[in-house]
């Protein structure tokens, strides 16, 4: 419904999906073909997901980038500080449990 409601307007020539977890996954499985060829890319938050560099299925042919969000920004000084963001937050300790064992 979705897909037939909204997605195939002719004003959604391109679009990205949010999330390269399960759910966005999902999305892309159920999607059509026609409308399969339009998606940009897959944008996350999650290091881990979008160091993978791309979500691919190989029973249904499909290979789609992962990003991070920021490099969708328009705007140079607000893209450039949210990537900076993101830069020290995937290489912080903070929030990481130090699995070491304390002496």
Known sequence: AFERSILQQSRWNKFVIWGAGR????????MSSSLLSRVVCMVDVDPKKIETGYYINKEE???????HFSLL???DTIRHQMQQDYYNQIHSDIGRINKKKRK
């Open 73 to 75: 920004i328009q705007d």
């Open 23 to 30: 759910d966005g996954k999902d999305f892309v499985k159920n």
């Open 61 to 67: 042919n499909i290979r789609i980038p992962i990003i």
